[in-house]
């Protein structure tokens, strides 16, 4: 009898998908598998990420990308012939932006460090998630543009919340919804993930599409190439001292002579005298 009704069990559980509740726990190995597997994730040491950011009509923004272990960043990318720099060396988080009139390197404020903080983790928030102080809750399944999807609650170590949607076919995320503070204003930011590319074994988003929830304006990375294990020296992600600025001369200090470009140099040395004339 016991044994009637432990087949019907599993049969009831073949026929209907899904008896057998998933937990997050399922849901991320199931993610790292379709992303190519732990060992192959583990395995890179650098990423380096060719994209263009389009932010508007006529508005394109190249850059690249590079990312190191354990938690390195650098991000370089260029608008109406400025670049600016954007990284994160595992403690500090600091950048330059010369379109804003600052040449020299300066601290993000701590709301921007913490978004450059996840930017250098190179295997994203799932993997390892227990052992990086982050926390995650299956919130059950919901459509995304037509296609089931489960919702993961990640709430972040350092306070920011995300949810995740993973494809309940191929397991690979397809939308993300971000709760972050920006200049002391909290906004959702949801982002559209896609065209996914095999890269050296492993599966990589080729398109994002995010912007603020509820607007209509949307910021659209396109990547172009993906290169894995590139050397990447440390010093990249370190922040550069300011440029040294030239001396004022003291008060009173005599100003150094003028010349005049036009008139020729003096010699350097006088010319020989003339021998006395023959007595």
Same mark, same amino acid.
């Given at each position: #009898? ?15 998908? @899904?008896?057998?509740?998933? &937990?997050? $726990?399922?849901?991320?190995?199931? /993610? ?6 732990? $060992?192959?994730?583990?395995? =890179? ?9 389009? #932010? ?8 690249? #990308? ?33 379109? !804003? @009139? ?5 601290? #993000?404020?701590? $709301?921007?460090?913490?978004? !450059? ?9 799932? =993997? ?5 102080? /982050? ?10 543009? @037509? +296609? ?6 990640? &709430?972040?170590? /350092? ?9 309940? $076919?191929?397991?690979?995320?397809? *939308?993300?919804?971000?709760?972050? +503070? =920006?200049? @002391? ?22 398109? =994002? ?12 990375? +396109? ?16 922040? %550069? ?20 470009? /036009?008139?020729?140099?003096?010699? *350097? &040395? ?5 021998? %006395?004339?023959?007595?």
């Amino acid at each position: #009898m016991v044994r009637k009704v432990c087949l019907s069990i599993i049969a009831l559980a073949i026929l209907i998908p @899904g008896l057998w509740a998933q &937990t997050a $726990d399922d849901i991320i190995a199931k /993610n790292i598998q379709a992303r190519g597997g732990m $060992d192959k994730l583990k395995a =890179v040491k650098s990423i380096k990420t060719t994209a263009t950011m389009t #932010m508007g009509p006529g508005m394109e923004a190249p850059g690249v #990308m590079v990312q190191k272990r354990p938690e390195m960043a650098r991000l370089e990318f260029t608008i109406q012939g400025l670049t600016a720099v954007q990284a994160y060396d595992g403690s500090k988080a600091w950048q330059i932006m010369p379109f !804003m @009139g600052k040449k020299d390197a300066e601290l #993000m404020s701590a $709301d921007e460090a913490k978004e !450059m903080e996840e930017t250098a983790d190179l295997d994203g928030p799932l =993997v390892d998630y227990k052992a990086k102080g /982050n926390s995650v809750e299956l919130l059950g399944k919901e459509k995304v543009e @037509g +296609t089931d999807a489960y919702k993961l609650k990640v &709430t972040l170590k /350092n306070g920011d919340v995300q949810t995740q949607y993973i494809d309940a $076919d191929s397991f690979l995320e397809i *939308k993300e919804e971000t709760s972050r +503070t =920006v200049r @002391g204003t909290e906004r959702d930011v949801e982002s559209s993930i896609g065209d996914y590319k095999e890269v050296d074994g492993i599966i990589f988003p080729f398109a =994002v599409e995010s912007g603020v929830k509820g607007t209509d304006q949307k910021q659209k990375i +396109t990547i172009s190439k993906i290169e894995l294990n590139v050397p990447a020296d440390d010093a990249m992600f370190k922040m %550069p001292p300011p440029a040294p600025v030239p001396p004022v001369p003291a008060a009173g200090a005599p100003e150094p002579p003028k010349t005049d470009p /036009n008139k020729p140099e003096a010699p *350097k &040395t006088p010319p020989p005298a003339p021998n %006395p004339p023959d007595k």
